[in-house]
T-cell receptor, first 109, second 111 residues
Framework: AQRVTQPEKLLSVFKGAPVELKCNYS??????LFWYVQYSRQRLQLLLR??SRESIKGFTADLNKGETSFHLKKPFAQEEDSAMYYC???????????FGEGTQLTVNP | DAGITQSPRHKVTETGTPVTLRCHQT?????MYWYRQDPGHGLRLIHY???????DKGEVSDGYSVSRSKTEDFLLTLESATSSQTSVYFC??????????FGPGTRLTVL
């Protein structure tokens, strides 16, 4: 069975500090991994997908198959980064995704 | 944002009443999903559809039914609403492969 673990439910940093949101997955096949962001009371938006290896809003994420991780990083956090972040795993039937429970990031001034 | 809307956006209802939520897409995507979002549980899949009239259960399907008679519409029905179904409901769509794209959500309160 596939599983996504986001060990931190809450994460608080100061503006300008580096931030890392952890995501670990369990899956026997070839994973497809995504990060979604949800700003207060809004829809979930796709932030990153591992196959594109791009940087969005200064965030990057690298798939580490050896550690089965897909951590989200940003070198200098901004107040507007405050949001809920979800890691999601695909790879099974159709386009179903398995979501982690999310990490609420707060960036303090 | 992908062309995906949900209606109603907010609803307050009483225990025991039927409720239907609608998801509408203009992207002609094959897959459609209904999730509920609750504090401490993240997103949980209720039902999904892989084509017109083709649906399947997710992890929290008890008390919910769905229908998809057209590619663009996916309906979620609570036959007899209970207070435990108070939640925010999100619809999502995708092609193959993922990602999924989400609607704006419906905030449902069951009194």
């Amino acid at each position: 069975a596939q599983r996504v673990t986001q060990p931190e439910k809450l994460l608080s940093v100061f503006k300008g500090a580096p931030v890392e949101l952890k995501c670990n997955y369990s899956y026997s096949g070839s994973p497809e991994l995504f990060w979604y962001v949800q700003y207060s009371r809004q829809r979930l938006q796709l932030l990153l997908r591992h196959i594109s290896r791009e940087s969005i809003k200064g965030f990057t994420a690298d798939l580490n198959k050896g550690e089965t991780s897909f951590h989200l990083k940003k070198p200098f956090a901004q107040e507007e980064d405050s949001a809920m972040y979800y890691c999601a795993l695909g790879g099974t039937s159709g386009s179903r995704l398995t979501f982690g429970e999310g990490t609420q990031l707060t960036v303090n001034p | 944002d992908a062309g995906i809307t949900q209606s109603p956006r907010h609803k307050v209802t009483e225990t025991g009443t039927p409720v239907t939520l609608r998801c509408h897409q203009t992207e002609n995507h094959r897959y459609m999903y209904w999730y509920r979002q609750d504090p401490g549980h993240g997103l949980r899949l209720i039902h999904y559809s892989y084509g017109v009239k083709d649906t399947d259960k997710g992890e929290v399907s008890d008390g919910y039914s769905v229908s998809r008679s057209k590619t663009e519409d996916f309906l979620l029905t609570l036959e007899s609403a209970t207070s435990s179904q108070t939640s925010v409901y999100f619809c999502a769509i995708s092609g193959t492969p993922p990602p999924q794209f989400f609607g704006p959500g419906t905030r449902l309160t069951v009194l």
